[in-house]
């Protein structure tokens, strides 16, 4: 996912499609509304993000911050958020769209496109069902990109501050880099409730944390290291995609695999033997291997080995590839292979 850094927040975000229709009515100049008064929890990023247009509330003036928010109206904010040139998709038809078709299919056609998530992780049927917590930080994740988040702590500390979410838990990555990052917090009984819905008042505040967050590391960030992605000639990119687990772990990047599976493999060659000269090839031959198979109806595939002493994760999601490189002696309660074994899924 490409964060266009160079435009305004308040240019991408899209206002808040009422539910079950797609039809956005301006609020007052000053974000206010009849049924949100100042002592509500929600107030200030609520009427933050409606001066912003971000949000809209309904015609009689109010907001409803309780309603739910449905998938489709989410995904279109996190598509409109993500890419300044999709805020005009909704006058745009979409590829397989019909007459009859959904107000939210140009949105959800590119989110898949995006890669925000794939059809086996948010069905298209879902668009007018609310929103539940794991995918909304599925695509949360998604826009974050390959942003290092809370450096200098281990992902295992993170997890274990969540209760009700392991290693088994579907969308653990995304729900945990999102919890790391500030985004999305948990309940105070610790738990994170990945199946809880969201509600329009939550939505509001999700995506000013994420403004904040994002526009912090924009301001932080040294000038040097802005430079776009899409300005780099590079097919493998070599950096931590989270937080270090631990320090030492090795993370080779690869986006948009499938169109140059040959450069890519080049270039990863090279590196590999560079960094990992005695297990290079060795990782390089698995790769292939693994790369060259089918992927599951969601496009995701994942592979666990040894190679020598270092722990190897290899995961596919969609068109990018992953190999994470872990420092020999590494253990953790998502690493359940032994050496010799190879333990492989595709889904």
Same mark, same amino acid.
């Given at each position: 996912m490409k964060w266009h850094k160079k435009i305004r927040w308040q240019t991408l975000l899209v206002l808040f499609p009422l539910l079950w229709t797609t039809i956005?009515?301006?609020?007052?100049?000053?974000?206010? !509304? #009849?049924?949100l008064t100042s002592d509500h929890w929600a107030f200030a990023p609520v009427s933050?993000?409606?001066?912003?247009?971000?949000?809209?509330g309904y015609p009689d003036g109010s907001f409803r911050a309780g309603n739910a928010v449905s998938t489709g109206e989410f995904i279109k904010m996190a598509i409109v958020a993500g890419d300044g040139e999709n805020r005009a998709i $909704?006058?745009?038809p979409s590829a397989h769209a019909s007459a009859t078709d959904h107000w939210a299919a140009p949105y959800y056609d590119a989110g898949i496109t995006a890669e925000h998530f794939t059809g086996f992780d948010i069905g298209r049927?879902?668009?007018?069902?609310?929103?539940t917590r794991d995918k909304m930080a599925l695509i949360v994740n998604a826009l974050l990109g390959d942003r290092p988040i809370a450096e200098g702590r281990p992902y295992g500390e993170w997890l274990n501050e969540i209760r009700d979410v392991n290693s088994r #838990?579907? &969308?653990? &990555?995304?729900?945990?880099?999102? !919890?790391?990052a500030g985004i999305l917090t948990g309940y105070p009984d610790g738990t994170f409730r990945p199946k809880g819905i969201?509600?329009?008042?939550?939505?509001?505040v999700v995506f000013s944390k994420l403004e904040d967050y994002l526009t912090l590391e924009e301001e932080t960030t040294p000038e040097a290291e802005r430079t776009p992605a899409e300005e780099k000639d590079l097919f493998?990119?070599? $950096?931590?995609?989270? #937080?270090s687990e631990p320090p030492e772990t090795l993370t080779f990047t690869m986006h948009d695999y499938d169109s140059f599976p040959d450069d890519t493999l080049a270039e990863l060659g090279f590196l590999l033997k560079q960094y990992l000269p005695e297990q290079g090839t060795a990782i390089e031959s698995a790769f292939i291997d693994f790369s060259a198979k089918p992927a599951g109806p969601g496009r995701q595939g994942i592979r666990k080995q040894y190679f020598g002493e270092l722990p190897v994760l290899m995961e596919r999601v969609s068109s990018t590839l992953r190999i994470f490189v872990f420092p020999a002696g590494y253990t953790s309660r998502t690493w359940d292979t032994v050496p010799g074994q190879i333990n492989e899924a595709f889904f």
């Open positions: 956005a009515v301006p609020v007052a100049a000053e974000g206010r !509304f #009849t049924d933050r993000m409606a001066q912003t247009g971000i949000i809209s $909704g006058s745009r049927r879902s668009l007018d069902h609310p929103i #838990t579907p &969308y653990e &990555y995304s729900i945990v880099r999102s !919890f790391a969201l509600s329009r008042a939550e939505a509001a493998v990119i070599i $950096g931590s995609v989270m #937080t």
